[in-house]
Antibody, heavy 122, light 112 residues
Framework: QVQLVQSGAEVKKPGASVKVSCKAS????????MHWVRQAPGQGLEWMGIINPSGGSTSYAQKFQGRVTMTRDTSTSTVYMELSSLRSEDTAVYYCARGGDIVVVTAPPDYWGQGTLVTVSS | QSVLTQPPSASGTPGQRVTISCSGS????????VYWYQQLPGTAPKLLIYRNNQRPSGVPDRFSGSKSGTSASLAISGLRSEDEADYYC?????????????FGGGTKLTVL
């Protein structure tokens, strides 16, 4: 069965960076895109970007351009999301979520990770 | 302000049928598939409907989706207490300002 297991909760100070990992299993890692979505406390879902685990190409939401970097390690079937210059408004649960197969970049997610709470506080 | 528009709340009594609407534009719902998610408190979203009206295996047929033009809707029939959750619609957006997935603001469903 498809499983996405994310790294644990993080507490960061303003201005710092955070790197969240997402290990995939139960399917061919390089055959499906991976999205990153975040959810601030009590708020809705916000799309951050997408990575092609096969070639490593990425596309980021305009809001996060310049602050977010998505990478992957095919040897461990793991994707990473690093967000820099953190501010209090970045406090949220960050989800990785599997997208469509490699020929369908436009598919929203199907399977989701359990989420990683990132708290930004001085 | 979310790109897709959903009512913030909906409610119904057990056994009733409720619908949740999702309104978009030609660059998202009008030209791409709509997906629906259920999010129970403290948990990750779960896929309910994909490609406008398809149910993943394991999702009860009480849940159904439809799309017309730039709007979509989720219907839940035979409402049950365990359906009390937040529901989100989503679609790919082909906007020139930055393609990507857009979500509705979410609808909190209360089972009275």
């Amino acid at each position: 069965q498809v499983q996405l297991v994310q790294s644990g909760a993080e507490v960061k100070k303003p201005g710092a960076s955070v790197k969240v990992s997402c290990k995939a299993s139960g399917y061919t890692f390089t055959s499906y895109y991976m999205h990153w979505v975040r959810q601030a406390p009590g708020q809705g879902l916000e799309w951050m970007g997408i990575i092609n685990p096969s070639g490593g190409s990425t596309s980021y939401a305009q809001k996060f351009q310049g602050r977010v970097t998505m990478t992957r390690d095919t040897s461990t079937s793991t994707v990473y999301m690093e967000l820099s210059s953190l501010r209090s408004e970045d406090t949220a649960v960050y989800y990785c979520a599997r997208g469509g197969d490699i020929v369908v970049v436009t598919a929203p997610p199907d399977y989701w990770g359990q989420g990683t709470l990132v708290t930004v506080s001085s | 302000q979310s790109v897709l528009t959903q009512p913030p709340s909906a409610s119904g009594t057990p056994g009733q049928r409720v619908t949740i609407s999702c309104s978009g534009s030609s660059s998202n719902i009008g030209s791409n598939y709509v997906y629906w998610y259920q999010q129970l408190p403290g948990t990750a979203p779960k896929l309910l409907i994909y490609r406008n009206n398809q149910r993943p295996s394991g999702v009860p047929d009480r849940f159904s989706g439809s799309k017309s033009g730039t709007s979509a809707s989720l219907a839940i029939s035979g409402l049950r207490s365990e359906d009390e959750a937040d529901y989100y619609c989503a679609a790919w957006d082909d906007s020139l300002s930055g393609p990507g997935v857009v979500f509705g603001g979410g609808t909190k469903l209360t089972v009275l």
